[in-house]
C-alpha cells in the first residue's frame, strides 16, 4: 500500500511541479497545492515539499531562484514513477481497492475490474456498501469498515461482492488504512483474493469423497449382505435334511395309526407344517442359487407353445379356460429357456390361484418398440391397489401357504435378461402381468 500512497503523492507533486514550470521568472507566483488531501498556498519564490513516504525527503527547488529546468525535469521523473507504480497496481495478483472514510471508490485496480466486470471510470466515487455488496452482509462488512476508521487496523473479513452480471463472489480481504501526519485515517485499503473457483473446486471435491465414501459403504453392505445369503443358503439346506426325515415318519406314523382319529388329525398338521417349510427352504434355495442366464437366440412362441402344454392340466382341473393368443411370428430373442419357462409357469401358477371359480388364462405374445412381449392375463380377483408395490418382494403373499418368493425369482430373472414386468390388475375383474425382453439383448 505504500506503493499507491507514493503514486498519490508523486502524482500530485508531478501537478504542483507543470503549474510552476509555466510561469515566468518575473511574475510573483502563488501556487496552489494539495498534499494528502490538505490544501496549501505558497506565494515564495522557493517552494519546499516535505513528503513522508517519499523516500528521504523531497526538496523541489524553484526554478526562479537558480535552476530554470529542474522542476521540469523533475516532473519528468515523478511521471514516469507514477507510471511504473500505477502499472505494478494494476499487475498485482490481488484485488486491490481505496475507499474514503465513507466507503466511496477511490481506486479500482485491475483484478477489481476483472472479478466484477466494472471498469475503474464506472465504480469510481460510487459507494461500495451500494454498489457490490450484497444486503445481507452489508452490516457486518461496515463492522470492520468501522473499526478501520476508528483505528483497529489491520484486519480481516471474507464477504461477497456482485458483479456487474449479478453472480456473486466470494472474497477474502486484508484491510489496513492510510493515515495523516497527526495518524487520522484518511483512506481504507483493502487487498483481496478472490475465492470463488477455489471454493467452486473444493465443494466438488467434497461431493466426490462423500459419492465415493456412498459406494465404498454399499459394496460393504453388498459383500456383508452377499455373506449372509451364503450362509444362510448353507443353514437352510441343512435344516431341509432333518425336516425330509421327520417328514418320512410322519408318513410312516399316519399309515400306522390308521384308527386312531386324533392321532391321525395330529400327523396330517405335522405332515402339512413339515411340506409347508420344505417349499420354503426350495423356494430359498432357488433364489439362493441364483445363476446368471445362459442368454441365447431363440423363438419365444415355441417356447410358449410349451408352456401351455405344461400348465394345461393344471388349468383344466380348475376349471380354467385356456386361451392362446400367441403372434404366429416374432423376432427370436437372447433368452434362458430354462429360466424364462420358470417364470411364465410361475405367472400361470399365480393366475389361475388366482381364479378360485375358475375363468379365462390368456397367454398372448406381441412386438413393442423393440421389445417382446409375453403376457399371461387372467380373470381372478385382481390385486388390491395397495399391494401392487409389494409385488415382487421376497416373502409378499397373501395366500395361505404361500412362500411370497415366486415373483421374487421372477423379477429377478427378467432383470437379469435387461427386461422388464409390467402389471396391471383390477380387483374383482383380473390381472394382466407382461413379460418384456428386449429383442436386441
Ligand atoms: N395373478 C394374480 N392375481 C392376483 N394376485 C396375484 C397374482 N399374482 C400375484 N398375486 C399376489 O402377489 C402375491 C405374491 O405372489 P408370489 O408369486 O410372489 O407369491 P405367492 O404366489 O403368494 O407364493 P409362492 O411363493 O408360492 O408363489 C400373491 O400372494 C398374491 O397376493
Ligand atoms: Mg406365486
Same mark, same amino acid.
Given at each position: 500500500?505504500?506503493?499507491?500512497?507514493? &503514486?498519490?503523492?508523486?502524482?500530485?507533486?508531478?501537478?504542483?511541479?507543470?503549474?510552476?514550470?509555466?510561469?515566468?521568472?518575473?511574475?510573483?507566483?502563488?501556487?496552489?497545492?494539495?498534499?494528502?488531501?490538505?490544501?496549501?498556498?505558497?506565494?515564495?519564490? %522557493?517552494?519546499?515539499?516535505?513528503?513522508?513516504?517519499?523516500?528521504?525527503?523531497?526538496?523541489?527547488?524553484?526554478?526562479? %531562484?537558480?535552476?530554470?529546468?529542474? +522542476?521540469?525535469?523533475?516532473?519528468?521523473?515523478?511521471?514516469?514513477?507514477?507510471?511504473?507504480?500505477?502499472?505494478?497496481?494494476?499487475?498485482?495478483?490481488?484485488?486491490?481497492?481505496?475507499?474514503?472514510?465513507?466507503?466511496?471508490?477511490?481506486? $479500482?485496480?485491475?483484478?477489481?475490474?476483472?472479478?466484477?466486470?466494472?471498469?475503474?471510470?464506472?465504480?469510481?466515487?460510487?459507494?461500495? $456498501?451500494?454498489?457490490?455488496?450484497?444486503?445481507?452482509?452489508?452490516?457486518?462488512?461496515?463492522?470492520?469498515?468501522?473499526?478501520?476508521?476508528?483505528?483497529?487496523?489491520?484486519?480481516?473479513?471474507?464477504?461477497?461482492?456482485?458483479?456487474?452480471?449479478?453472480?456473486?463472489?466470494?472474497?477474502?480481504?486484508?484491510?489496513?488504512?492510510?493515515?495523516?501526519?497527526?495518524?487520522?485515517?484518511?483512506?481504507?485499503?483493502?487487498?483481496?483474493?478472490?475465492?470463488?473457483?477455489?471454493?467452486?473446486?473444493?465443494?466438488?471435491?467434497?461431493?466426490?469423497?462423500?459419492?465415493?465414501?456412498?459406494?465404498?459403504?454399499?459394496?460393504?453392505?453388498?459383500?456383508?449382505?452377499?455373506?449372509?445369503?451364503?450362509?444362510?443358503?448353507?443353514?437352510?439346506?441343512?435344516?431341509?435334511?432333518?425336516? &425330509?426325515?421327520?417328514?418320512?415318519?410322519?408318513?410312516?406314523?399316519?399309515?400306522?395309526?390308521?384308527?386312531?382319529?386324533?392321532?391321525?388329525?395330529?400327523?396330517?398338521?405335522?405332515?402339512?407344517?413339515?411340506?409347508?417349510?420344505?417349499?420354503?427352504?426350495?423356494?430359498? +434355495?432357488?433364489?439362493?442359487?441364483?445363476?446368471?442366464?445362459?442368454? &441365447?437366440?431363440?423363438?419365444?412362441?415355441?417356447?410358449?407353445?410349451?408352456?401351455?402344454?405344461?400348465?394345461?392340466?393344471?388349468?383344466?382341473?380348475?376349471?380354467?379356460? +385356456?386361451?392362446?393368443?400367441?403372434?404366429?411370428?416374432?423376432?427370436?430373442?437372447? $433368452?434362458?429357456?430354462?429360466?424364462?419357462?420358470?417364470?411364465?409357469?410361475?405367472?400361470?401358477?399365480?393366475?389361475?390361484?388366482?381364479?378360485?371359480?375358475?375363468?379365462?388364462?390368456?397367454?398372448?405374445?406381441?412386438?413393442?418398440?423393440?421389445?417382446?412381449?409375453?403376457?399371461?392375463?387372467?380373470?381372478?380377483?385382481?390385486?388390491?391397489?395397495?399391494?401392487?408395490?409389494?409385488?415382487?418382494?421376497?416373502?409378499?403373499?397373501?395366500?395361505?401357504?404361500? &412362500?411370497?418368493?415366486?415373483?421374487?425369482?421372477?423379477?429377478?430373472?427378467?432383470?437379469?435378461?435387461?427386461?422388464?414386468?409390467?402389471?396391471?390388475?383390477?380387483?374383482?375383474?383380473?390381472?394382466?402381468?407382461?413379460?418384456?425382453?428386449?429383442?436386441?439383448?
Amino acid at each position: 500500500m505504500q506503493i499507491l500512497y507514493q &503514486t498519490k503523492i508523486m502524482k500530485e507533486l508531478s501537478d504542483i511541479c507543470q503549474n510552476i514550470s509555466v510561469k515566468t521568472m518575473e511574475e510573483e507566483v502563488s501556487v496552489k497545492y494539495k498534499i494528502k488531501g490538505e490544501t496549501k498556498e505558497n506565494s515564495k519564490s %522557493c517552494l519546499t515539499c516535505d513528503c513522508h513516504g517519499v523516500q528521504g525527503k523531497l526538496k523541489v527547488c524553484c526554478p526562479f %531562484c537558480n535552476k530554470p529546468d529542474g +522542476l521540469s525535469r523533475i516532473h519528468k521523473v515523478l511521471e514516469g514513477k507514477c507510471q511504473l507504480l500505477a502499472s505494478v497496481l494494476d499487475t498485482v495478483n490481488a484485488l486491490v481497492v481505496v475507499l474514503d472514510k465513507e466507503g466511496k471508490i477511490i481506486e $479500482f485496480n485491475k483484478s477489481c475490474e476483472k472479478a466484477t466486470g466494472y471498469c475503474f471510470n464506472e465504480v469510481k466515487g460510487r459507494n461500495i $456498501f451500494d454498489l457490490l455488496l450484497v444486503s445481507e452482509e452489508v452490516d457486518s462488512v461496515k463492522v470492520a469498515f468501522n473499526k478501520i476508521k476508528n483505528g483497529y487496523f489491520p484486519n480481516e473479513n471474507e464477504n461477497y461482492w456482485l458483479t456487474k452480471q449479478g453472480l456473486k463472489r466470494r472474497i477474502t480481504w486484508s484491510n489496513t488504512a492510510l493515515t495523516d501526519t497527526q495518524g487520522k485515517v484518511q483512506y481504507i485499503i483493502a487487498t483481496g483474493k478472490d475465492l470463488t473457483d477455489q471454493r467452486a473446486a473444493e465443494d466438488e471435491l467434497q461431493n466426490a469423497i462423500h459419492q465415493y465414501l456412498r459406494i465404498k459403504n454399499s459394496l460393504k453392505e453388498s459383500e456383508k449382505l452377499a455373506a449372509i445369503g451364503l450362509m444362510s443358503a448353507g443353514i437352510t439346506h441343512e435344516i431341509k435334511n432333518p425336516l &425330509t426325515v421327520i417328514q418320512g415318519f410322519a408318513q410312516l406314523i399316519k399309515k400306522n395309526v390308521e384308527g386312531e382319529r386324533v392321532l391321525q388329525d395330529y400327523i396330517t398338521t405335522i405332515l402339512e407344517e413339515t411340506n409347508q417349510a420344505i417349499r420354503i427352504i426350495n423356494d430359498f +434355495l432357488k433364489l439362493a442359487r441364483f445363476r446368471e442366464p445362459v442368454l &441365447t437366440k431363440q423363438s419365444v412362441v415355441k417356447l410358449m407353445g410349451e408352456v401351455r402344454a405344461s400348465i394345461e392340466p393344471q388349468a383344466l382341473a380348475n376349471n380354467i379356460t +385356456l386361451e392362446y393368443k400367441g403372434a404366429d411370428i416374432l423376432p427370436e430373442c437372447m $433368452f434362458d429357456k430354462q429360466q424364462l419357462k420358470q417364470v411364465l409357469i410361475n405367472l400361470c401358477q399365480n393366475a389361475i390361484e388366482a381364479m378360485t371359480d375358475g375363468g379365462i388364462l390368456t397367454l398372448s405374445s406381441g412386438s413393442h418398440c423393440n421389445d417382446t412381449f409375453i403376457e399371461i392375463k387372467d380373470t381372478g380377483r385382481g390385486i388390491p391397489c395397495e399391494s401392487l408395490n409389494k409385488l415382487g418382494l421376497p416373502f409378499f403373499t397373501t395366500k395361505e401357504h404361500g &412362500t411370497g418368493l415366486g415373483l421374487n425369482i421372477c423379477y429377478a430373472i427378467i432383470s437379469a435378461h435387461n427386461g422388464r414386468i409390467e402389471v396391471d390388475s383390477r380387483e374383482g375383474q383380473g390381472s394382466s402381468f407382461r413379460v418384456y425382453l428386449p429383442v436386441s439383448a
